[in-house]
């Protein structure tokens, strides 16, 4: 009988893990005996817990990698890079939504510390190494959300928006778990390496496995938002706060893509053949019809719901490459994504103040008139999303179209340029409603100065790595490599 021990050693790689569990445990109970005008001081220790983990984390970048806890757990260099991304970007999304958060009185224990446990759950998606682990930290993360999404109490949408989340989110675990259940029968293992050698050396049940992995995908999909299973993505986006559909939009898609590299890239390499096929569906589907209804959308948020669904469609075209340069690809096509998703809803959240919700097209109208660096903010980040130079989207849309072009998808990379041009229309309408219109309505601005700083530096971000992409797209294929 194998007996689990634990030491300094089994435990090091999972350290940041451990330090944020305990820090948002501490939090609970020290909310509890904070008065109602000390709120500020739950929301400032929520921030430092996160960039405090993600500077524990930074610390062990470049280590060898470490498969502990019985191969239910690794740490490699894609972990730890996947990982401190996360937690800034919980962080960010922290700083960008205070204000908002305040005004509804939702800047509370309970949003921040569901904030925090999501972003744990996020952590052991990253670094799972098993079944079990990949599923236990997918749950974590989800239900987190779904309390996130519903806490808005007093409005209808949001709870609407909760239930829709919820159910269609149990919905998809439920494919995912089934799925995970058919390839443990057809491999007899839960650690992805023993599922992985059981394909390669033809000790699995072939058709069992395929069938799993139909469910698996399917639940990955619901995950990402990828048509045709995106129906949650703009209902949940437009009825949840803004805070929480920028708490759903930008880090979740980081551990979904590392959820998508463990599984697929790493447990199931030897059907990449299978899987490629059903990505490459996805990807279309996904592709047309972001890029085709985002145009009828008159609802910011809407619109970035469906830009989300396509933006995620071109992130599966980069894993599907089946290669080193296609997932390196997507890797930074994804940190680009998030950085361009904080920009976006951050200015949705820089306009919007008490008892009024910007996220209509025409509450941008005339900004140029009012602050021409905020319209050259969201200026920056509709070229990008756009895919227009030198944004960090242009490259990351040459990127993974180009690593789709050479593993032999040539009508799928066609096809998402001809997407992407049709897509271009709503992201510079935009553009135009800031620079070329009068007013609507009355613009306030009155940022934080953390706020005002952290959006200046995504847009600073967007143009840098657009210009000198290559420090960071070395980075994502150093640590595709140390993962594979």
Not at 205 to 232: D, E, Q
Not at 344 to 363: K, N, T, V, W
Not at 409 to 418: D, E, I, M, R, T
């Amino acid at each position: 009988m194998n007996t689990a021990t634990f030491s300094l050693a089994t435990l090091a790689p999972a350290i940041p893990e451990i330090v944020l569990a305990f820090l948002v445990l501490t939090l609970l109970v020290m909310d509890a005996f904070l008065a109602e005008e000390d709120r500020h001081v739950t929301y400032w220790l929520a921030v430092l817990a996160l960039v405090g983990t993600a500077a524990l984390t930074a610390y062990t970048v470049g280590r060898p990698t470490v498969v502990t806890f019985q191969g239910m757990f690794v740490a490699d260099l894609m972990s730890q890079v996947l990982k401190v991304a996360t937690l800034l970007t919980v962080a960010a999304t922290l700083v960008l939504g205070r204000t908002y958060l305040a005004a509804r009185g939702l800047l509370s224990g309970e949003f921040l510390c569901l904030a925090i446990f999501s972003a744990l759950g996020m952590m052991v998606m990253i670094s799972a190494h098993h079944f079990l682990t990949l599923y236990l930290g997918l749950e974590l993360m989800a239900l987190s959300q779904y309390a996130m999404v519903a806490l808005q109490r007093d409005s209808a949408r949001a709870t609407e928006a909760g239930m829709k989340y919820f159910v269609l989110g149990a919905l998809s675990s439920g494919l995912l778990l089934y799925g995970l259940s058919m390839i443990y029968g057809a491999t007899g293992s839960l650690e992805l390496t023993r599922v992985a050698f059981a394909i390669e050396h033809n000790q699995a049940n072939r058709i069992l496995a395929v069938f799993g992995l139909v469910f698996v995908v399917s639940g990955i999909a619901f995950k990402l938002g990828t048509a045709p299973f995106h129906m949650w993505v703009p209902d949940v986006y437009h009825g949840a706060a803004t805070p929480a559909t920028l708490m759903i939009g930008a880090a979740p898609k980081i551990a979904a893509f590392a959820f998508v590299m463990r599984l697929l890239a790493n447990g199931l390499q030897g059907m990449t053949a299978d899987w490629q096929q059903m990505l490459a569906v996805l990807a279309v589907a996904s592709i047309a019809l972001g890029n085709i209804v985002a145009i009828a959308q008159t609802n910011l948020k809407r619109m970035l719901a469906y830009s989300t669904i396509a933006h995620m469609g071109f992130l599966v075209t980069g894993i599907l490459a089946g290669n080193d340069n296609g997932y390196s690809s997507a890797m930074f096509y994804l940190v680009a994504y998030v950085i361009m998703t904080l920009g976006s809803f951050g200015m949705i959240l820089l306009l919007s103040r008490s008892g009024f919700e910007a996220e209509e097209l025409d509450d941008f109208k005339g900004l140029n008139q009012k602050s021409r660096w905020y319209a050259f903010v969201m200026l920056v980040m509709m070229f990008s999303l756009t895919g227009l130079p030198p944004t960090a989207g242009f490259f990351a849309k040459l990127a993974v179209l180009q690593a789709a072009w050479e593993a032999g998808f040539q009508p799928l990379v066609v096809f998402a340029v001809l997407m992407s041009v049709i897509g271009a229309f709503y992201y510079l309408r935009i553009v135009k409603l800031m620079y070329m219109d009068a007013p609507a309505c009355e613009i306030t601005l009155e940022p934080r100065a953390d706020a005002r700083w952290l959006l200046s530096a995504t847009a600073i971000a967007t143009l840098a790595l657009g210009v000198l992409p290559g420090p960071l797209l070395d980075l994502c294929a150093r640590a595709i490599t140390a993962s594979m």
